[in-house]
């Protein structure tokens, strides 16, 4: 049976996104300490945006991901980069099967986990894997948001057919009240629970309109979007619409992408 979540994510290419987070992957990873002698997760990894940085850091990482395509791009940038302590798997974050309890010390998930189905199971597996004393650390694109990612998935959204019944939207991560819920029903006290908002700049050599075109290409919500537009002659307008986002929302200058996104990021201390 197909998986549709899995089938959304090896659609396209990723990678072509990631390329312009790595400058925000790798700060996130500077400001949560990483280092030698821990053992880090990164659940819905893609390529590596922010469990290369943790093994360049001497972390012992491994980076599990739904989509075949991410994983095989993830350890191929693992050998070319030489890191014998960077491996990519694929996996499901709603069921971390084969991940023993309790064995990692921090557990990160920027964009990944969010887009899982059965956030619930998400929260619990997330918490099962992580040690006592050990962190989680999730980033979650914010509902109603003004920024980049919030925007292209609510445009996106507006033109793709209707979810189907029982579908959780992703973006309910971003609200905080629902991340307590989700981990407080995996055990966690809301005190052990730190929600603030952050930022992720996009940067790429090119002008915003070229950068869109990658996300047209390359970024699953949105070509599945452009396929439903297209279906009803409403390409050009969803087109036109996403294009005027990445212009005005872009600081890098004509030539130059260069986009803040604000983020929920999730900070969880398992007691
Ligand atoms: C927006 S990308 C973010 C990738 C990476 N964390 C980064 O910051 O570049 C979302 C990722 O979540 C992965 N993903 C989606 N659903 C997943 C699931 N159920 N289990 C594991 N990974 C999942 C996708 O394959 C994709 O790599």
Not at 154 to 173: K, L, M, Q, T
Not at 224 to 246: K, V
């Amino acid at each position: 049976m197909t998986n549709p979540n899995k089938a959304l994510w090896e659609k396209g290419d990723f990678t072509r996104i990631a390329a312009a987070m790595r400058e925000s992957g790798d700060a996130l990873v500077e400001s949560l300490g990483v280092g030698p002698g821990m053992a880090v997760l990164d659940v819905g990894c893609g390529d590596g945006t922010t469990a290369l940085p943790a093994a360049q850091r001497g972390a012992e990482v491994l980076g599990v991901d739904i989509a075949e395509n991410l994983v095989a791009a993830g350890n191929a940038r693992a050998a070319a980069a030489g890191l014998g302590n960077l491996r990519f798997e694929q996996g499901d974050a709603s069921n971390l099967a084969g991940l023993a309890d309790g064995s990692f010390d921090l557990v990160v998930s920027i964009f990944g986990a969010m887009f899982a189905p059965r956030p619930f199971e998400v929260a619990r597996e997330l918490v099962r894997v992580t040690r006592p004393g050990g962190r989680i650390v999730m980033g979650n694109w914010i509902p109603g948001d003004p920024t980049l990612v919030a925007q292209v998935l609510r445009i996106s959204a507006a033109y793709a057919p209707p979810p189907p019944e029982g579908f959780v939207s992703p973006v309910s991560w971003g609200i905080a009240a629902n991340v307590v819920e989700r981990f407080g029903a995996a055990g966690i006290d809301a005190a052990h629970i730190a929600c603030e908002p952050a930022s992720y700049v996009f940067v790429a050599d090119m002008p915003p309109a070229e950068f869109f075109e990658t996300f047209r290409a390359f970024y699953g919500p949105t070509m599945n979007a452009f396929d439903a537009a297209a279906a009803s002659g409403r390409a050009e307008a969803l087109a036109d619409e996403l294009r005027a986002l990445f212009e005005a929302q872009n600081r890098g200058g004509p030539e130059r992408t260069e986009i803040p996104a604000i983020y929920l990021k999730v900070v969880v201390t398992r007691g």
